[in-house]
């Protein structure tokens, strides 16, 4: 999601703003009453089944799953493990983009979109080769956007509730359609979407798209969906605040009995940038108002309120009590299937808007998608994902599932009772990996970060850019943390011992933001969006990207040298990281950060990340090193391969130091005493492990912003 404010307001004032998604998320094990007002268990299931043709041609039983046969509560971590997935994402009304113009405000005519085809064959292939192995393409749903297309059913958006002039792909108008503006063709959208999907699996990539569960547009309207199924809000007690089954709150104050009021903009916000337009009033129609997405009750929301989207009702009640079946005690030790059994019993129970959901869903997986980006997951009851979750994976059991959730105290349960495969790793790993580079916090935070998640670790997504970050190659990246409001470039090399750990500290998926392997900047405003995130609401081009692409050859011909370098560097790491040809990392981890600082290094690393005065050292294994192992184990017929990564995050300082293996590693590695031949899987540095009377050492030297990682050669 991203929104007006930074961040970290995003991440903190928002969602607690209200006060309704911290209750909707409290009190997941208690059992509430339920609600007085029902639905008709006919109405329920003519929903529950209502997909078009090309679903209930693939929603056929599981051919893997027997008929009531309950699976292990992970039963799909082996499969997962085969390989770390490498998740690539497309904004994709940018990514196929060569016009260069990037006028602010521009129209789509004046700056240029790109289209579903323009993602062929040869840009696919280009994918593939770094290393990845699903693509995210973000803003597929049909959302609110100023354009024209009436000529084929699609009502006007009004400028007042959209966000710049291509709009949010998080205001969802119509979840059965695609984003016209993607289209050559746009009345033949979904097809030309079909076709998409179909020329990423022949490059044997999966395709992921977002769902997003806690808002639509304040125009939703679904012009294609199918025969059954009914439009959220369609069936609501508008005269009602809050009933079960209706699928968004109302705003019933008599004080606010007026309407829905756009929110006060300051003039660069305004919309299209105060431009002229026909339905630009700074009126839109709304009686009585709903609810805003992040839970505002105004009729008159905030301009940092997300005032171009409505809350989705979940069953949970104004003042955050749940009108919905609790889940038994243990079922955080339960798999999908028993999960997916538990809500097949209670399905005259649930709220409207879960089996809306639930249709969404199933309708592209039957498409042929292959999993779901949850946008702010968070902001919905866990129990809500354990139902929807097990639904995906009872049909689709290796289906994809990740979902943006910021609170580390709720991790567990989104992953063992919401059944999700993936979380963002952001509030800690990510969150020190930046303050790292800023010179803000030590290195050994990396080590106290991942023991916090040692139980939950592979499901932990890593990476250092999205769509809601600042750009690495933008100096606002880190000028939160340093002082410095600059949005110019800078050298995007800074990030690369950052992109090393979190591509390979832990069996979790890594996620590479387009633009990012060739150093995108994002140094433009562009109307809505502004430099330092590439812009998600304007039409525009990306320029870095854009000469990677260089008209469609996606060879780099336009590139800098030093793009050329970096995408290269990118391709080696993340083509290792996957496992595929670096097995030691699917197995498993431990730090050497402990071993080898002394007791005045740990204290200077507790000073740091404290923000305390520490000077450091400029040689040896200090704050700003990070080491530690993957590894396979021993087996009768196999060694195992061991790999020791070790990274030097100082961009001016070379370090020179002797690395320890305690005496219990190299008795686990079964080593004898000896010399041990290092092979660099990724620089060219040049080492040896050295074994004497059971305990290792190996004498480094690492260039500033260098890494390793080393191959043990038996």
Known sequence: MNFLLSNNSKRCAYRWQQGLSVLALSSISAFNAMAAQVITTQTITTQATALPAVAAKTMAANPNVGEGEMLPAHHNDEQANKFKPVVYQIFTRLYGNKNTTNKPWGTISENGVGKFNDIDDTALKSIKDLGVTHVWYTGVPHHALIGDYSAIGVSHDDPDVVKGRAGSPYAVKDYYNVNPDLAVDPAKRLQEFQALIERTHKQGLKVIIDIVPNHVARNYHSINKPEGVRDFGEDDNQTLEYAKHNNFYYVTDKKQSSGFQVPDLPDSL??????????????????????????????????????????????????????????????????????????????????????????????????????????????????????????????????????????????????????????????????????????????????????????????????????????IANAAFLGA????????????????????????????????????????????????????????????????????????????????????????????????????????????????????????????????????????????????????????????DNKGQKLIIVSNFSQIQAKSFSLKLPQSLIAQWQLTDATYPLKDLLEDHTAQLIIEQGKGQVQLQLAPLSSAIFELVH
Do not use: C
């Open 270 to 471: 305004k919309p299209l940038g105060g431009e002229s337009h026909p339905l630009s009033d700074g009126q839109f129609k709304e009686i009585p108002a709903k609810w805003t997405g992040n839970g505002s009750r105004l009729a008159k929301p905030d301009m940092n309120d997300w005032y171009e989207t409505v809350k989705i009702n979940y069953g949970v009640r104004p003042d955050g009590s749940h009108d919905f079946p609790a889940l038994p005690p243990g079922y955080a030790n339960l798999g999908a299937e028993q999960h997916y059994e538990f809500w097949q019993q209670h399905s005259h129970e649930l709220p409207n808007s879960w089996i809306k959901f639930n249709q969404i869903a199933q309708y592209w997986l039957a498409m042929g998608v292959d999993g779901f980006r949850y946008d702010m997951a968070e902001m919905v009851p866990v129990e809500f994902w354990s139902y929807l979750n097990s639904h995906i994976k009872h049909s689709h059991p290796e289906a994809f599932i990740l979902a943006e959730v910021y609170n580390p105290a709720l991790y567990r349960d989104y992953i063992e009772l919401g059944k999700m495969d993936y979380l963002y790793d952001k509030v800690d790993l990510y969150d020190t990996l930046k303050a790292i580079m800023a010179g803000q916090k030590s290195t050994a935070q990396i080590a106290v970060d991942q023991a916090k998640v040692q139980d939950i670790d592979s499901h932990m997504l890593h990476f250092l850019e999205n769509h809601d970050e600042q750009r």
């Open 481 to 636: 943390l340093t002082g410095n409001s600059s949005t110019d470039a800078v050298d995007p090399r800074y990030a690369l011992p950052a992109m090393v750990v979190s591509a390979t500290l832990s069996t979790s998926p890594t996620l590479i933001y387009f633009g990012q392997e060739v150093g995108e900047a994002a140094t433009q405003n562009l109307g809505f969006g502004h430099a330092s995130r590439t812009s998600i609401f304007d039409y525009a081009g990306v320029p870095a990207h854009q000469r990677w692409m260089n008209q469609g050859k996606f060879d780099g011909g336009q590139s800098t040298a030093a793009e050329v370098a970096l995408h290269a560097y990118y391709q080696k790491l993340l083509n290792l990281s996957t496992g595929k040809n670096a097995p030691a990392l699917l197995g498993q981890y431990d730090s050497l950060d402990a071993a080898n600082r002394s007791t005045e290094s740990a204290a200077k690393a507790s000073n740091k990340a404290n923000n305390k005065t520490n000077n450091g050292s400029a040689t040896g294994y200090d704050d700003s090193t990070f080491a530690f192992i993957r590894f396979e184990a021993n087996t009768a």
